[in-house]
């Protein structure tokens, strides 16, 4: 049986049958992050180039923010065929569920995969959604599935580096594994309130940081391109899933 038989099931284990606490509102925001006091993509990177961007962007979803607290205090599960029957008829659930990945207790969820483009200074709000109110002491998102909409990332640029400029382009393409595309952040000072915003910052440096853009294969016009069997783009692939390459912000 192939395994995508499997993923409506898993989904309904991960968010059926959990007991919430108390319900708050929070926003769910994305924005791109500059690297120290430089302009909005343009930084400098360990291999001793100076970047400039052109493009850049990064298609993400679901995000996840959890609880410590162990999967136990729920108290109640649902019978398998009320699992599957929510399965095949979803419903929009926001708290209380269980992530099946980790087992942890699921405070807040952002599931439509969104694009965010990374030279757009403006704070991306996704919306208000609803919350189990409480702390929250880790955040995971994955890079969204292919074929979503677009490149799930693409970044185009000059990069400089001893009076020599090189035009790079490059894409990410991942599996579909969830576990290939997930990225966990570690937070111990966050409490989920009612009216707080939830931002995940997007740090594009980080992408780029050990890439060796001399050793990237032209393309057309001499573009370097940043291919998955070069060191470029196995640089590329790696930086973007770096914890380093996000950062989370909780604004009560």
């Known amino acids: 049986m192939s395994h995508w038989l499997y993923l409506p099931l898993a989904f309904a284990l991960a968010c059926g049958g959990e007991t919430a606490g108390e319900i708050v509102a929070i926003d769910i925001a994305l924005e791109s992050a500059a690297d120290e006091e430089r302009a909005l993509g343009a930084f400098e990177t360990d291999t001793g180039y100076t970047v400039e961007l052109e493009a850049a962007s990064v298609r993400l979803g679901p995000i996840f923010a959890f609880a410590p607290e162990p999967i ?113 952040l570690v937070r111990q000072d966050i409490a989920l309130t009612q009216g707080g915003r939830l931002t995940l910052r997007v740090h594009p440096s980080a992408w780029l940081r050990d890439v060796e853009f001399s050793r990237a294969p032209p393309g057309d016009a001499g573009t370097a391109i940043l291919t998955s069997n070069s060191q470029p783009g196995r640089a590329l692939q790696i930086g973007a899933r770096s914890p380093d390459a996000f950062s989370i912000d909780w604004e009560p």
């Open 72 to 184: 136990a205090r729920r108290a109640r599960v649902k019978p398998l065929f009320e699992l599957v029957s929510d399965a095949l008829v979803p419903v929009a659930r926001a708290h209380g569920g269980v992530d099946l990945v980790s087992g942890r207790i699921v405070r807040a969820e952002w599931l439509e995969p969104v694009t965010l483009d990374l030279l757009e200074p403006d704070l991306v709000v996704l919306g208000t959604v609803d919350a189990e109110a409480g702390a929250v002491d880790a955040i995971t998102v994955e890079i969204a599935r292919a074929g979503q909409g677009g490149p799930q990332l693409h970044v185009r640029g000059t990069a400089t580096r001893a009076g020599e400029a090189i035009a790079f382009e490059g894409e990410l393409g991942l599996d579909d594994d969830p576990l290939e595309r997930r990225i966990e």
